[in-house]
């Protein structure tokens, strides 16, 4: 079985970091594409950042400069490395994958559990 589980979330004041990570466990073909997005109360989810095979990487606009994805191909693993943290930032974070389970052609789409991050002023 396929799961996204992910750590890292807490509460930090502003200006501090946070580093988020997210495992894809089970057995599968291919990962094609990780990404991290964001809920905050009241509002849509929204994409954060997202890496496609182990470079190509785009971001919200809100966060560029401040966050980086990366992600660890040996361990299936994709991190979002938060810098210079705001209040506004605050919000329940859900890794997304892109996974081409065995025997499957296409890719599914998962998400984890989600990890609240909190920037106090």
């Known amino acids: 079985q396929v799961q996204l589980v992910e750590s890292g979330g807490g509460l930090v004041q502003r200006g501090g970091s946070l580093r988020l990570s997210c495992l894809a466990s089970?057995?599968?073909?291919?990962?094609?594409?990780m990404a991290w997005y964001r809920q905050a109360p009241g509002k849509q989810r929204e994409l954060v950042a997202l890496?496609?095979?182990?470079?190509?990487?785009k971001y919200a606009d809100s966060v560029k400069g401040r966050f980086t994805i990366s992600r660890d191909n040996t361990k299936n693993t994709v991190y979002l490395q938060m810098n210079s943290l705001k209040p506004e930032d605050t919000a329940v974070y859900y890794c997304?994958?892109?996974?081409?389970?065995?025997?499957?052609?296409?890719?599914?789409?998962?998400w984890g559990q989600g990890t609240q991050v909190t920037v106090s002023s």
């Open positions: 890496v496609i095979g182990g470079a190509k990487t």
């Open positions: 089970g057995s599968y073909d291919r990962l094609p594409a």
């Open positions: 997304n994958a892109r996974i081409v389970r065995l025997g499957s052609r296409v890719p599914d789409t998962y």
